[in-house]
């Protein structure tokens, strides 16, 4: 049986007309919504906060990273740093900060950059009874 050039195209567009019709149908639907996305960094941001504290980050940024003698204060590093490059501080180190890649999982790191990158403001350390003057002079 031979098929006539109109009736291949009108086949061929008729395909493509359907497979422009079902990318329509699934491209308009949400299957991550904004909300989600946001519980999930949420998520990740808390495991993280947790991560920081118990893989001993705090002994060297201080409790919140708000910085000690030993190591700066991380407020707002988020702001400073884009997520790669908190990622790369802390598999490679640099700075005096010593390499974590090695230590720390894929997934940790994740947690960490998710906490860390949510610091976009700076805050200040809280005064030190060494720093305060006193008042009784």
Do not use: W
Not at 3 to 20: C, D, K, N, T, Y
Not at 84 to 99: L, S, W, Y
Not at 104 to 110: A, C, H, I, Q, R
Request: hydrophobic share 40%; net charge positive; charged share 20%.
């Amino acid at each position: 049986m031979k098929l006539g050039r109109a009736s291949v195209r009108s086949a061929i567009g008729r395909l493509l007309l359907v497979f422009v019709a079902i990318c329509l149908v699934f491209g308009s639907v949400n299957f991550f919504s904004p909300a989600a996305a946001h519980a999930a960094s949420k998520a990740m941001r808390r495991q993280g906060a947790a991560l920081f504290h118990q893989k001993g980050c705090e002994h060297c940024h201080g409790v919140d990273g708000i910085g000690t003698e030993r190591a700066p204060s991380l407020s707002g590093v988020g702001r400073a740093l884009h997520k790669p490059e908190i990622a790369r501080q802390i598999h490679n180190g640099g700075k005096q900060m010593p390499a974590f890649g090695n230590a720390l999982s894929d997934d940790e790191v994740k947690q960490l950059v998710e906490y860390l990158a949510a610091k976009k403001k700076k805050v200040a350390k809280p005064a030190t009874a060494a720093s305060v003057p006193d008042s009784k002079n």
